[in-house]
């Protein structure tokens, strides 16, 4: 039985992972269709604006402004792309991003606000300030030379595969071998020691708020590069699903613990999980009470970890 | 212990001298905001905030914080109004747009206080289980009712005061004697100076989290079948964002994060300030967007405010020890 319930707690995700598939393989025509259209096009987009969330949560933040940097940088650089200014406009977005990230950092560090709060309260403002901005019209009509981006696709694989595998070697290389990358991870640890043996923490953190910044500006970018549409609305449940990703994944909310390679395997679990519920007809309506059960489920799951830890020999 | 009454009697006469400027600003910057009609529909937005944001003053007096209140408003809306809907009496009706509240409530305590989750996520992740129950239950559509008594919840009035002002008032006398006159109210305090300490003192703490958080979702479906009489209808989307007012009240109000200090007299000031601000602003001719923009800005401002102040006050007083 001990062994049992530690198993089942150190390879839950593959398990959880396995289950969804089976269910929702089973009632699909052509279950391989299904995942390769899950891989290719849905999880890459989920994939890269939660790495933005893994990061903050990393640091013992988490940064709830992802779907509304997404937006407003996006809808911003619109402007820029739809009169074919497409590298000013890429350029500009990600600008943009690294500000707003900037922002959050400097609120959560020199203000001293709660990370959950500042970034909680950045999404309305920066929200608002979107919807200001397009006064409820949309851009669209892209030229082909920026739709590439997203909808092609080399040796048979999409583009977004490429951009988030990219990402994803760049952030673990950086996060596992720099002294940056270790850096973030002890400060999410004990901030205080980290301090006192010379790690510049305000430094940290403001620099992982940016790169999650620009993240979240990226995916957006391929959101609307997929849909060739910009609008105020963009990304409204992105820092949701990006935190039930993060969690799933393992990635603790005490911070120090965890990292990107953990996120892939949460949003994939994300992706099928919503792809199973749409195949079996459960209405797109239940999304919000699932991201909720997620976290809420695998915030438990890591509690029962940390306190049976010992009892059950992990 | 004198002084801290008297800093926070300061405090409290320095809030209202603010909302006083803003006030005699409105009234004469915004065309129509001076006069009883719009005045009593002020008074009427202030108290349903103030309402929400009581529940929210003894959770956060305890060191927590409540996210979910917003979407307890919607849920406890379509609740109401789905059962309406099915020919349900008024009262059951009304009693199943609490128990609503209740039980997100009772959730919320239990992942927070007997748990230990961490109070952010567990609220925020019951908010969008809340938001999403409401949106599922009324399957994204308006649900409107017919109920006069609805209607007069959100809109009657008794000798020319709004309904919600008679009712809000009597629960508010009820919340400020909880909170300060009855042993449950000192627990709320004491647990938010310091858990530890309470809990070592034979405080059973995971009863008053389960307690408190059940009152504030009950608080919150109250504000949020106040919404749904004003416009004698129930919407998935009636409280969104609302939270985040509802936290702002109660920060400008002058009862920080980290718990144990301020009350509700200051969160019923705070109320007034953002009502104020709230109805001056599209009194002023801004559109929806400026005032969603405008209105986040002056939240964030004053959250900034307040963590500065008291990290201010914090340095001053480990000054004071010597440490």
Redesign the interface.
């Known amino acids: 039985m001990k062994r049992i319930v530690g198993f089942a707690l150190n390879y839950y995700k593959i398990i959880l992972l396995l289950a969804i598939l089976a269910v929702s393989s089973s009632v699909t025509q052509d279950p391989l269709q299904n995942i390769k259209n899950m891989i290719m096009i849905q999880a890459p987009f989920v994939m890269i604006y939660s790495f933005g969330m893994t990061l903050a949560v990393i640091t013992g933040g988490l940064d709830l402004s992802l779907g509304s940097i997404a937006a407003f940088s996006t809808c911003a650089a619109a402007f820029l792309i739809i009169k074919d200014q497409i590298f000013i406009g890429i350029a500009a977005c990600l600008l943009i991003g690294a500000g707003l990230g900037l922002l959050n950092g400097l609120l959560i560090t020199k203000a001293k606000v709660n990370p959950f709060i500042a970034t909680y309260g950045m999404d309305w403002v920066i929200r608002g300030a979107v919807y200001i901005m397009m006064g409820g019209a949309m851009i669209y009509h892209f030229s082909s030379d920026f739709k590439i981006i997203a909808d092609g696709s080399f040796l048979g694989i999409s583009n977004l595969v490429y951009i988030a595998l990219a990402i994803l070697a760049i952030l673990m290389f950086v996060f596992q071998k720099t002294v940056f990358g270790r850096n973030v991870y002890s400060t999410g640890a004990n901030i205080k020691v980290s301090r006192l043996t010379g790690v510049n923490t305000d430094l940290v953190i403001v620099v992982v708020y940016m790169i999650s910044g620009v993240l979240a500006s990226t995916s957006g970018l391929l959101y609307v590069a997929r849909l060739d549409c910009a609008e105020a609305f963009l990304g409204k449940n992105f820092g949701l699903q990006a935190l039930a990703a993060t969690l799933i994944g393992g990635t603790s909310l005490q911070g120090g613990k965890g990292g990107v390679g953990n996120t892939v395997i949460g949003v994939l679990i994300m992706v099928f999980l919503m792809n199973c519920l749409n195949v079996l007809k459960v209405s797109t309506l239940w999304q919000d009470a699932v991201f909720g059960l997620v976290i809420v489920v695998s915030a438990l799951l890591e509690m029962a970890k940390q306190r049976y830890a010992n009892y059950l020999q992990l | 212990m004198k002084s801290n009454k008297y800093s926070r009697y300061r405090e409290i006469t320095g809030l209202l001298a603010g909302v006083a400027v803003l006030f005699v600003f409105m009234s004469f910057a915004a065309e129509g905001f001076f006069g009883w009609y719009n005045l009593h529909n002020v008074l009427k937005d202030l108290l349903i905030l103030m309402v929400v944001a009581s529940g929210m003053t003894l959770v956060i007096l305890l060191g927590k914080i409540d996210?979910s209140a917003g979407s307890v408003m919607s849920l406890a809306s379509i609740v109401t109004t789905l059962l309406l809907s099915y020919g349900i009496n008024i009262v059951f009706a009304l009693l199943g747009g609490l128990l609503a509240g209740a039980i997100i409530g009772l959730l919320n305590g239990y992942?927070v206080g007997v748990?230990?989750?961490?109070h952010?996520?567990?609220t925020?992740?019951?908010?969008?289980?809340?938001?999403?129950?409401a949106?599922?239950a009324c399957?994204?559509d308006i649900i409107s009712s017919d109920s006069d008594v609805l209607l007069f919840i959100g809109t009657g009035k008794i000798f020319g005061l709004f309904f919600i002002v008679w009712f809000s008032a009597i629960l508010l006398i009820i919340m400020f004697f909880l909170s300060t006159k009855t042993k449950f109210g000192y627990k709320i305090y004491s647990i938010g100076g310091s858990e530890q300490v309470a809990r070592l003192s034979g405080i059973k703490t995971a009863n008053v989290y389960l307690v408190t958080y059940v009152i504030a979702g009950v608080l919150a479906a109250v504000g949020g079948i106040f919404m749904a009489g004003k416009a004698n209808s129930g919407n998935a989307t009636i409280g969104d964002?609302y939270e985040?007012s509802v936290?702002a009240t109660v920060l400008i109000g002058g009862t920080p994060?980290e718990g144990g200090k301020g009350g509700l007299l200051g969160t019923l000031i705070g109320a007034m300030f953002l009502a104020i601000l709230k109805n001056g602003l599209s009194m002023l001719g801004f559109?929806p967007?400026?005032q969603?923009?405008?209105i986040?800005?002056a939240?964030?401002i004053a959250?900034?405010g307040d963590?500065?102040i008291n990290?201010r006050r914090k340095a001053e007083e480990k000054r004071r020890v010597g440490l």
């Open positions: 996210m992942l748990l230990n989750l961490n952010f996520v567990a925020f992740a019951t908010m969008s289980i809340a938001k999403g129950l949106l599922v399957n994204g964002g985040f936290i994060f559109t967007a400026w969603y923009a405008l986040g800005l939240i964030l959250i900034v963590v500065s990290e």
